[in-house]
């Protein structure tokens, strides 16, 4: 059986030196003036996150998930690493990129943006970013209402998922291991094992 997952006490944190917040229309004016990389970036609450380079593992497992994915749901409707909009608070300020997202309907479609209440399924893979993936991304995610979250935790080889999203909170956080069956609350007779995701040989 899944497990509920709680987050660590993470404790008051240490005041820091106040720092620039960036939004999307400078982001797009500093890209287009040629003053940035911005590509390497995610903006994410008006911080500039620095993307992390894709390892073997996190590439196999994002294949292996949209893979399953596109048998379940329509192929075109299967993204990797597409930008969405989010919560209209949260718009100015993050243009988040997650690592698979599943739509309602064909990406070509959205010309003008993929809305969060268009999005059935998102999934980031998480190596070294497992606690930014669970704290701020998952806030972030539940603000916009996306009603199911899925992080792929690659080290440990688990999924936690995250579902019910409320005043900004999931109120349903759950932890699936290897020998455990997983389905997509939009697809909830399609069903695989969690150890079909991580079926790769360690470093």
């Known amino acids: 059986m899944p497990v509920a997952w709680i987050a660590p006490d993470t404790g008051s944190l240490a005041e820091v030196p106040l720092h620039k917040k960036w939004t999307r229309e400078e982001c797009k004016l500093l890209e287009k003036a040629g003053l940035a990389e911005l590509h390497r970036y995610e903006l994410i609450e008006g911080e500039l996150v620095e993307k992390v380079g894709k390892n073997h593992p996190h590439v196999y497992v994002l294949l292996l998930l949209t893979d399953w994915l596109r048998t379940v749901f329509k192929s075109l409707c299967v993204v990797p690493e597409a930008p969405i909009d989010?919560?209209?608070?949260?718009?100015?300020?993050?243009?988040?990129?997650?690592?698979?997202?599943?739509?309602?309907?064909?990406?070509?479609?959205?010309?003008r943006g993929v809305p969060p209440t268009e999005i059935l399924l998102l999934a980031e893979i998480a190596d070294t970013t497992i606690g930014f993936d669970l704290s701020t991304k998952a806030r972030l995610y539940a603000r916009a209402g996306i009603s199911d979250y899925w992080v792929l935790d690659v080290r440990n080889r688990r999924v936690i998922v995250h579902r019910n999203p409320v005043d900004g909170r999931y109120q349903s956080v759950e932890s699936y291991a290897t020998d455990?069956?997983?389905?997509?609350?939009?697809a909830p007779q399609a069903s695989v094992l969690v150890a079909s995701?991580?079926?790769f040989d360690e470093d």
């Open 86 to 111: 989010v919560a209209p608070l949260d718009q100015p300020t993050s243009a988040p990129e997650p690592d698979a997202i599943v739509l309602k309907q064909p990406y070509g479609r959205y010309s």
């Open 197 to 199: 995701f991580f079926n």
């Open 180 to 186: 455990e069956p997983i389905s997509p609350l939009h």
